[in-house]
């Protein structure tokens, strides 16, 4: 199948898209669930954010247990490095997973006995590693001097590893068998994801769970011919439905509609690699969208928050509630404008419940953090 | 609400013209107040940032509020509910929109409300809260309304959608055209003063404006459309226009690559006339200040203050990352703006702030003053409601500019006791135009400001008595004075010789409430004339009856302004007029002393001064004296209470070199009472003194009638001597004094003292200036036991400078009299190094006490008031 497909096609696609996830929003039943801390934090303050982050972990049990003596692989998000500013901030403020709530967390991650950190992102840049994250606005001497045990690490594609790894989806899964991924992601104890809390152009959120569609490399994901040096992104493929190096499609019929394959790429992910811990960087966003790359829809967002939680389900819950959305929302409704719901695709596959009444929230209530963030446009 | 107080410090003042407010009727009709979107209102805002009440929304509130004019409270939040609330914050009704709405409401002439959701609808509502009508804008899939709708005088409304298109439609809903303007128009169209509408988008990679012109066949069609080019294709244009109508001008502001731009547009042709980069972006629309600064915040979390040149005059950092709203204008030209954290920040208009105050989150809409109120919305779902207890009170005479040789300067005092908090400042000649009395560093004269007042803080504001760089023809007023309820104040007028720079005469006009009724004496003993200012400080226009009674009670004669003027004393307005001017009887009927009451239907504020020029005097014109002469309250209660009052310094006598005359004068308001006037010595015994008419006395009785004018007057004659008078009534009887001061008999001045009743706490102003100004107090201890004496010297930033104690031997003893100058009292301290401040006074016994400040070459006497309260107490 190629993209050359008719639309007739593609609708009966994106029809059996849509039948199947109403039906799979409405299931329940015992879903994992698992709190969630919500702080106030206004600043990228060192010591603000990791005294929040500290109180954050002490509230969801603690994480000594969950790192000591572990390797733990951190997903930040920089979006692949495209520096360019919103309004003219600078991406570090509006788009970027911000590097203090970065340190602030491998921070503690050290004192409560991490063995090795390595802090991860698919970086489009062919740079050497460490210039890349530096050009991306992270500062390396300050988390050298900080965390001795910190790693850097270019993920997106085979990297330092000799090869790629791949990872069963499970049952049911939506768009892929397994995902093949950099090896950081499996060799690892631990893996959190720290995203900053923005709209999605497509998905309508990107929080812990989406900053995971970068872990795919794009020497496989980016189009159908495997090429190691690539630095495109997913798009061709996890967008629009191009057909991919590593293959493992499940569907028989294709999907060409990013808003049926973006979130079920997403849940995929998540359910091959499965998040330990998530941090939600809402303490300076923007709305509207993901990147400068969303244009005139984008806006200045500053919720002054910090979210975490263990189960990235609940976590992402709280947070779409915390942005002014029912995370039940149907797609066609804010924020799924676009696209199918993200959380109720992954509830419907047992990663996590997306119902508020099930999750407990701990520190700030979901009404005190309420900020509303303004969706992107409908296309 | 969090309050936090300002910690800003002690500023400078700030002058510009400001349309005349008086007491508008509080109404806001949509953003930034007017079709032009100036921001600017003539409401005052409150002077501290108390909150009256707040009410919260289901949700999240990033437009800014309307006011109707009965003061009904319109909220659009992004819960998709319009709320309406009345003014005390009480749900009235809500009505439910198909989405969240983030723009502003706009109101028509019969009051119903406009706005657009989310969802693309555009609605109207009536002021009950049911449904005009709702449309839907046709065309697009993203449809959203984000902007505010403009409503013309027509009823006409424009509006514009993320579909890229301005919709123009009619009362009744339809869409009369439409046209595709591109981008997402997120900002607020405005319009000019004949009608032509303006919007803005982005267009490609520009920033675009279109003018139409409703009224011409072509509606649709722009007049022309302006482009600047930004560079980048991907910041939405957020801030909204605004349009310099006495410039002809209008203002737009946009993000680019990595700063911002405001550009100026001729609104005739379309042409650039300014472009100014600032260092970042910019969302926040432009507020436009009574001189044509503009006010703008940034995303570097600044708000610039522009002139119309497009020079930065100042910026002020706010503490949370970025400005995202937009600031508002109050009418003393006090700028308001929210900051991304949720603070608002209230800035006097070069750049000062005056008070902070912290919501729960980001404030990304425009505050809204009504008066003396401000509304706020903020991204923690709340609408408040700040205000603040105020003192509000008039100097109904100040002067400025030359006249016949000489300049008239007013100067200001002002110390507050209480909190920190601001002095507003409105001046406005006597046909309630503005009055620009002060001019500022970058040259510009303004009629309003105001200034921080921190807790203990003095300070002195002067007018210079000439424009910059030309001559100023005279100008004659009054002063309205907001202020926080512990702020005290008075002024002095100043005339000086152009040539020498030495003072003609002086006089202060003390601080006045304004009342309906009351009454004022008039002296025109020895040639001296009476002048009378009156100013119609309420809401409605008035006629104000005058009645002048001779010194026998008798009504001599009455009559309204409008029968003098022709004219009603309207709102705002002022009037100065001699005694004499308003009664030509008392000319032709040769009536010397009198008392004038007031009676009015609407609160207004007076003063009466009084002119004395010594005609034997060698210098004409050198020797001219003004002195004050107190305001008379209606009569009040019974009249059977035995009321004691003082006059804490008399003085007669003659000798080589100083003369000294006192006049007393008294007049009864209520049913005919027994007066009596005792004078003592400085060690409390009887003083003996040459009375004019009833010889040497130490005290003096009489019955005095309803209406009569009762003096007493010392001749002037003897050896010098001082003390005081104690005054024991039951009657409604008021009274003043009168000091004279002459060398080689002729008179150099005149000042006006008042009564005042005993007190244990108060302070009064310090002002002096080495060799040539020194503050004095006179006190008499009024208690029954000897009193113990605190005085505290506070130099003008409230640092205590020194301190005197009078107790055991120095104790003042009961009915004992004290008179010293400041330098007396505080020995031991550099005067000199404290010009301005305040002397507090804490006493065990009560006191009577007056404060006067003497002036050297030649030799002034002015009375500064008693402020019964001290900011230590």
Known sequence: ?379 | MTVIRSRCAFVVFILAAVPATGDVLADVPGFHYDDQRTGRTTALGPVEPDVLWSFKAEGSIHSSPVVASDGTVYLAATDGLLYALDAGGQPKWTFKAHEGIYSTPALDDAGNIYFGDLDGWYHSIRPDGSERWSIAVPEGVERRILASPLVLSSGNSYVASWNGYLYAVDPAGNIVWRRLIGGMPSSSPVADAEGNVYVTTLGESDLLVAKFSPESSTPSVPVWTFRESLGVNRNRVVSSPVVDTSRNRLYVAASRTSDGVLCAVDIDTGERTLRVVLPKGVLSSPALGDDGSIYLGSVDGRLYCLNRLGTILWSFRVEGYYILGSPSIDGVGNIYVGDSEGTIYALSRDGRELWRAASQSSILSSPVLVDDRLYLTSCDNRLYALASPSRSFYFPQVADGNRGGGDLRTQFLFTNSGDDTQVQLQFFESSALPFALFSFPWGSMYSTFSLPLKHGQTVSLESTGFLPFAPRELSVGYAAVRAGERVNGTVILSHLQSDTGLITYQTSVPATEPAREFSLFVDRTGGRETGLALLNAGNSNADPQLSFYDSSGTVLAGRTVAQITGQLLLKGQHLARYAVELFPELESGRIERGVLSVRSSSPTAAVALCEYVDDSAPMEGALRSMSTLPVIPAAGGDGSDTRTFYFPQVGNGSSADLGLRTALLFTNLGDEADLVVDFFDSDGKPLSLDLVDLGVRSSVASRVSKGEVFSVRTSGEGPVVSGYARVTTKGSVSGTARFSYGQGGVTLFETGVPACGPLTDFSVFQSSIANSLETGIALVNTGSAPATITFRLYDAAYRLVAVKEMSDDEALAPGAHLARYAKEIFAEADLDAVPLGIITVESDQSLAVISLRHAERPSRLVILPVIEDRPDR
């Not at chain 1, 609708?11 to 996830?21: N, P, Q």
């Not at chain 1, 499996?186 to 872990?215: E, Q, R, W, Y």
């Not at chain 1, 066609?332 to 959380?343: E, S, V």
Request: hydrophobic residues 40%.
């Open chain 1, 1 to 379: 199948m190629t993209k050359s497909v008719s639309r007739r096609a593609f609708l009966a696609a994106a029809t059996v898209g849509a039948v199947g996830a109403r039906s799979l929003y409405g299931q329940a039943g015992a879903l994992p669930t698992s709190p969630v801390a919500i702080a106030r934090c206004r600043r990228y303050d060192f010591a603000t954010v990791k005294a929040s982050l500290a109180t954050m972990f002490d509230q969801l049990g603690g994480i000594g247990g969950l790192v000591r003596g572990k390797t733990v692989s951190v997903k930040i998000n920089v979006t692949g490095g495209w520096h360019v500013p919103v309004y003219t901030l600078s991406p570090v403020e509006t788009v970027y997973t911000h590097p203090i709530v970065v340190l602030a967390a491998c921070s503690l991650f050290y004192e409560a006995g991490a063995g090795r950190i390595i802090i991860c992102e698919s970086l489009y840049s062919t740079d050497e590693v460490r210039a890349s994250y530096s050009a991306s606005g992270y500062d390396l001497n300050v988390f050298a001097s900080t965390v001795p045990v910190l790693e850097w690490e270019n993920t997106r594609n085979r990297g330092t590893g000799g090869e790629y790894r791949e990872l069963p989806v499970g049952a049911d899964a939506y768009l892929y068998q397994s995902i093949q991924v950099n090896h950081r992601y499996v060799d690892t104890d631990v893996m959190v994801s720290i995203p900053k809390m923005k709209n999605h152009d497509i998905a309508g959120v990107t929080l812990a769970m989406k900053n995971l569609f970068g872990t795919t490399p794009s020497a496989l994901y980016s189009s159908a011919v495997h090429r190691e040096d690539s630095t495109q992104n997913r798009a061709a493929v996890l967008h629009q439905g191009g057909m991919s190096a590593a293959g493992g499609e499940v569907l028989p019929v294709p999907s060409f509609d990013p808003g049926f394959r973006v979130p079920r790429a997403v849940v995929d992910i998540v359910r091959a690699r499965p998040i330990d811990l998530s941090i939600v960087d809402a303490v300076v966003s923007m709305h509207g969208g993901e990147g400068a790359w969303n244009g005139t829809q984008t806006g200045i967002v500053t919720p002054g928050l910090l979210i975490a939680g263990r189960n990235p389900v609940c976590t992402d819950t709280v947070c779409t509630a915390v942005m002014g959305y029912d995370p039940s929302a149907a797609r066609g409704t804010r924020p799924f404008y676009n696209a199918d719901n993200t959380l109720a695709l992954a509830a419907a596959r047992g990663v996590g419940t997306n119902r508020l009444s099930d999750i407990e929230v701990r520190g700030l209530s979901i009404d005190a953090a309420r900020y509303i963030f303004l969706p992107g446009a409908r296309h």
